[in-house]
């Protein structure tokens, strides 16, 4: 019996997101890979999902470079191609660009994909429906100072299609918004998002979504900014209560935006909302995909299931097995710990780490070489997964862990190495 063929395309670790075996025992997969699929510590993985494809190709710049549609055209020839799996959020929009181009029908279409991707269109669908920030998209400098002017400063400057806070910077003033217009391009390489600034502690609203509804819902709170990788702060997390009022307010916020933006066909999502002291809720941005640093984690310690692999398996119209296999309840309470890369050369960390409450370690780190800081919310060196006793007070995790981090890290100015 012949084997539907689904199409990988993916830059991500083989090793984490061993996305090829997932799919290689029921489908022939063709595999375009790129960026972090390989490297001197995981290519073990990629050898293993090269041997697992039908065929596979490289392609340096996966979403960028042509010859992707180009081969993808030769293999729907080749075996008709019934499936795009892509789990990197750069790429959903090129992935949905493929299925219209090969007739796929799995998966999310264009105008999901841009919904949940173009923030402009994403705020433009909500609007109605969930408190969103008022905005103005800029294609240069003259249109970023009008925005900022018109909306009032403190104001958000951030990609249409960013991700991970990286180039997000708040202008909080007069003399910050004109130091950020010297130093970018009147005509600018990208069009910008300029938005009010909304006050108020942000939370991270994770799960399962198919046919515009919401399953596995965990709903944590950032401790602390998402652009506090700008100073090197660490940036963590922690799962509220079930019981907490802000697991009602913001599951019940979640499933409105679903409900409003156009069906993915099928996916996890990440979304993030301000709360503010009098209880209002204000939505941030939402993607169509899992969430970074130690979101993953988290959300297969509560729900027992890898919301990864979840994504790859939906993709391919396999929603049915993967929702019936959800708990009721998360199992527990769960955070992460992330330690931005600071400026300096990083030297040695520990290979593990034994405080009480740590479920998972791991050194994202490269050691011996210079690191010129962080460039987003999830680039660090260290990254904690930590369970948390009932409605125990996760403040008192983290400050152990901030110790711990500084206590055992051996990080040396460049010059000095």
């Known amino acids: 019996m012949s084997r539907d063929t689904v199409l990988v395309l993916t830059g991500f670790d083989l090793g984490a997101l061993p996305v090829v075996r997932w799919l290689a025992d029921r489908f022939r997969v063709v595999l375009i890979a790129s960026r972090n699929a390989t490297n001197q510590k995981n290519y073990p993985a990629f050898v293993e999902s090269a041997a697992l494809a039908e065929e596979w190709i490289w392609v340096d710049d996966l979403f960028g470079d042509w010859t992707t549609v180009r081969q993808a055209e030769l293999w729907h020839e080749r075996y008709g191609v019934r499936h795009v799996v892509c789990l990197d959020e750069r790429g959903l929009i090129v992935a949905a660009r493929l299925r219209g181009l090969l007739g796929v029908t799995t998966g999310q279409d264009l105008p999901s994909a841009e919904a949940f991707r173009l ?21 240069d400098g003259f249109d970023v100072r009008e925005a900022a002017r018109r909306l009032g400063t403190p104001v958000v400057v951030k990609p249409v299609d960013g991700a991970g806070s990286k180039d997000t910077v708040v202008l909080r003033d007069e003399a910050a918004l004109d130091d950020w217009l010297g130093t970018h391009p009147v005509t600018l390489d990208a069009p910008v998002l300029v938005q009010e600034f909304a ?8 799960g399962l979504t198919t046919g515009n509804e919401a399953y596995g819902v965990t709903v944590s709170r950032y401790g602390g900014s998402t652009l506090g990788y ?7 997390s922690a799962m509220v209560p079930l019981s907490a009022p802000a697991h009602g307010l913001l599951t019940e916020a979640v499933r409105t935006v679903l409900a409003t933006l156009p069906d993915t066909g099928g996916s996890p999502f990440h979304a993030e909302f301000f709360l503010e002291e009098n209880g209002h809720v204000r939505f941030c941005e939402i993607a169509a995909r899992g969430g970074g640093a130690g979101v993953g984690p988290c959300w297969k310690l509560a729900h027992g299931a890898d919301m990864f692999r979840a994504h790859a398996l939906m993709q391919c119209g396999l929603a049915g097995e993967v929702l019936p296999e959800l708990p009721a309840q998360p199992a527990g309470r769960y955070g992460w710990y992330l330690e931005s890369s600071p400026e300096g050369r990083l030297l040695g960390l520990p290979d593990r780490c034994d405080l009480p409450g740590v479920l998972e370690y791991n050194v994202t780190g490269r050691m011996g070489q210079p690191h010129g800081g962080a460039t987003s919310s999830i680039d660090a060196i260290q990254q904690f997964v930590v369970g948390f006793q009932g409605d125990e007070d996760e403040r008192k995790t983290f400050d152990e862990l901030s110790r711990w981090c500084a206590q055992h890290r051996l990080l040396v100015p460049v010059s000095a190495a």
């Open 230 to 236: 700008q100073e090197a702060r660490p940036l963590t």
């Open 199 to 206: 006050a108020g502690d942000m939370y991270h609203v994770d």
């Open 119 to 139: 923030k402009n269109r994403m705020y433009e669908l909500l609007e109605g429906a969930v408190d969103v920030p008022s905005f103005a998209v800029a294609a």
